[in-house]
């Protein structure tokens, strides 16, 4: 498509967008009186309009059985997470039975290392992307001390060349390769919450299980926002966070994906709760783990229906939306904002911004990472007084994620204006 600068082809993309009734379907932030563009459903997704009565289902069934919730009227808890792993097996392209609902994302990326890596004195090392999330960092340095290794020895970061700022694809696989004869485990964030670039997964797998390794991803910033195919790129597994694109709430409860060919296998170990156990014995209370056999044979404790429930009416949205037209509006609302955003930069006498989330569409999701040459903290500051929500990370970057759920082309073109007028300010 051939874009034209201006609000009024923004408003003709809003009116073509096929989704474009479900912004109502979210709560707008609205601070001091003035609502605001939110460029942050990388960070926390808007709240769904419908969560809040299906909490208060939630709330009536304990208030009216107590415990006889989890297993009468409408909807009992105990078959609650059967509602939410269609949809969800939807967005990771996975079998139902491959998803499970449980925990946050970094227990349960520690619960994965459990299965996924048992290290021996030659297969040890694990490769995953320099600066990572801090969380995933700490994991893996924990995790490996833990199973009694050194981390400076076991952990293998990759990271960007010199001059650069994203990873290079070729650059995994070499280093996968170089140490094919000791690697464990690749564990990688399939979108860089920081840079925005989304990786091959499938490549990274096909690498990695070549040489005897196990693969796992992060996909905090990928869930709910590119298209997956978990299955069919032969991941071993995977976790996510359901807040931030899934727009499930604050900790809202996270998610994991376990390849079916390990539901049966009783040689990997894994830590286990009363959760996990065989769910027509369950209450038994027999001696000895019996695990379910699909990937909520992972799980340990009793979840809570309110995050269910929050999960839920923001699933159902995603399936009412579908996931094709979604993929397709992310793709045009991305490309309007790169077109703006070049538009804008190259019309400076300097340079102003550089872009480090990849330009190719394959290796981007929502997100687009702007490094700032010049008075970046002012810019950002400027752009809150204006209503703007996006983020800052030191030491100066600016990140946006517009939506294809609740973001409009208008937003979008309002937020380049208000940023053409700040950098006015700011160089003249
Ligand atoms: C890439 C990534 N990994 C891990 C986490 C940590 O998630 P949690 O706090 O739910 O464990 C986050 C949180 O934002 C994240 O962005």
């Not at 082809?9 to 009116?15: E, P, T």
């Not at 006889?68 to 969800?88: K, N, R, S, T, V």
């Not at 030659?122 to 600066?131: F, G, P, S, T």
């Not at 900790?251 to 009783?266: K, M, P, T, V």
Request: hydrophobic letters at 40%; proline letters at 4%.
């Amino acid at each position: 498509m051939i874009f034209e600068n201006s609000r009024s082809f923004a408003c003709r993309l809003d009116q073509q967008d096929e989704l474009r009734s479900f912004r109502d379907q979210f709560i707008m932030p609205v601070i001091d009186g003035r609502q605001q563009i939110y460029f942050l459903g990388n960070s926390l997704g808007l709240q769904p309009k419908r969560t809040a009565a299906c909490l208060q289902q939630v709330m009536n069934k304990w208030a009216n059985y107590g415990v006889e919730g989890f297993f009468m009227g409408e909807q009992p808890w105990l078959q609650y997470h059967d509602q939410l792993i269609q949809p969800l097996s939807q967005i990771v392209g996975a079998l139902p039975h491959e998803v499970v609902v449980m925990n946050q994302l970094t227990v349960n990326l520690h619960l994965l290392l459990v299965s996924f890596y048992q290290p021996d004195q030659k297969r040890y090392k694990i490769i995953c992307e320099a600066k990572a999330f801090p969380s995933d960092q700490y994991m893996l340095e924990t995790h490996v001390k833990y199973c009694g290794f050194d981390p400076a020895d076991a952990i293998i970061e990759v990271a960007p060349r010199a001059g650069e700022h994203t990873i290079r694809q070729e650059d995994v696989l070499q280093v996968i390769h170089e140490h094919k004869d000791e690697l464990a485990l690749v564990v990688w964030g399939g979108l860089n919450y920081y840079t925005g670039q989304l990786f091959d997964m499938a490549a990274i797998t096909n690498a990695a299980q070549a040489v005897g390794a196990k693969v796992g991803f992060d996909l905090a910033h990928a869930a709910g926002n590119v298209a997956l195919q978990l299955h069919d790129w032969n991941v071993d597994f995977a976790a996510w966070c359901s807040y931030k694109y899934m727009n499930s709430g604050p900790g809202g409860i996270g998610g994991a994906y376990i390849h079916e060919r390990y539901h049966n296998d009783h040689t990997i170990p894994r830590f286990a709760g009363w959760w996990g156990y065989d769910k027509a014995t369950r209450f038994l209370m027999q001696k000895g783990f019996n695990p379910t056999r699909s990937a909520e044979g992972w799980q340990l404790s009793t979840p809570s229906p309110l995050l269910y429930a929050a999960h839920r009416a923001a699933l159902e949205i995603f399936t009412e939306a579908g996931i094709d037209r979604l993929q397709k509006k992310r793709q045009l609302l991305n490309s309007w904002l790169w077109f703006l955003l070049d538009d804008l930069n190259s019309r400076q006498s300097e340079p102003v911004i550089e872009f480090i989330t990849p330009r190719k569409e394959s290796e981007r999701g929502c997100q687009v990472s702007m490094l700032m040459l010049q008075q970046g903290k002012k810019v950002f500051d400027e752009l809150a007084k204006a209503g703007v929500i996006v983020d800052w990370r030191e030491p100066n970057v600016i990140r946006l994620a517009p939506v294809p759920l609740y973001n409009t082309f208008e937003e979008v073109w309002q937020f380049t204006n208000i940023l053409r007028q700040i950098l006015q300010l700011q160089l003249v």
